[in-house]
């Protein structure tokens, strides 16, 4: 069907002195838009249709293989008193921590596996992670938030992280000069605990989120809201870091300081792995971000607002699996509750969809789009892009693309 000249797109109210969105990821015409999306929306009826035991027994294996890596990691750990082994023990240790945060738990708490019989220990209301992040206040911030209002500035908690300005639509201030540096040091190393401070609504309790409404997950701050942010945070952070650095530790008496450390390094390897691969889902200055009043206008439209706020990255198969698939950011983002196995199933579909629709889908190697991710945020540490050393750093990670 050929094209018209007349275009739909979102609504959008910007802020005084901040640019409306670039919506030319979204170049057709209102029934050209409608065949996108029903062509998607049958993608996932298919795929839906599909969903059951072959699903059910896919994250039991990958159960399986997550508790006997812990085990292998802990004693190795716990018994090792020569480098080798203790280095084992410590990637095994990482491999559970990584399955578990995102290839099972990312995946259950979406609800990918609530509908199958027999998935009752996945089920997202009362599945519990196994990383430092309060289960329900994730959810809220999300599960309904991020992935209703993706990249939408004001409705979005995703697009700054405390003192990370991600988008031009978060006003500049003097700390996200430094904030490529805070990235790396402090953002990646830490990252599950600080996801939790996020989510929970602690950053908002300390700093704010840097933008006019002032907070993501508090109204005000009060003594009733600081208190109720602690105990989110701390009913996670309290059993978790209790058992990882003192009941662990403790168990092996003297050496208590290789346990120790074993599982801190363990904890930074997931850390630094998360990180890597979530900076890369929404970031760089190709991807889509939307004003202040953004919304779509139908199903076609959404699905391609979903498609310009995200990237994709080719990894392998058991790559993949650590990234819990996030690497296919695109199809999860347009099918979220769908298991991973299946999103693998989909993006070949998917990509081909968006190839006839003329829907751009970026899709590059994973160290080219880590590189693009960090050279936007290099770029945003300036109000003025590239207009000193924080900034230049961009140039830099561009070069080396």
Sequence with gaps: MPQTSTQTTPTTTPRPGHPAPDLSNLPLDADRMTEFGNALDKVRRDIEAKIGDEDLAYVQSMQ??????QWIGRGLIHFSFEPVGFSAGVISLWLHKQLEATEIGHTALHGAFDKIDGAERWHSETYKWRIPIDEPSWHRGHNQAHHQYTNIAGKDPDIHFGPVRLTEHTPHNTGHRFQLFYTLLFLFPNFAALMNMHFTGMVDVFQGNGRPEKFDFIEKRSLATVRDASWRAMRKFVPYYGKEYVL????????FWKVLLGNWLSEVMRDVYSAATILCGHVGDDVANYAEGTRA???GQWYAMQVG???NFDVPLPVSQLCGALDLQIE?????RFPTNRLREAAPQVQAICEEYGIEYKKESWPRTLRKALKHVAELSREQPNANLFGRVGHVLDAMA
């Design 248 to 255: 662990f530790p403790l168990l092996a008496g003297p050496f």
């Design 64 to 69: 399986r293989r997550s508790d006997v890596l």
């Design 297 to 299: 206008h139908g199903r």
């Design 309 to 311: 706020s995200a990237n």
């Design 332 to 336: 999860h983002h347009l099918f979220p």
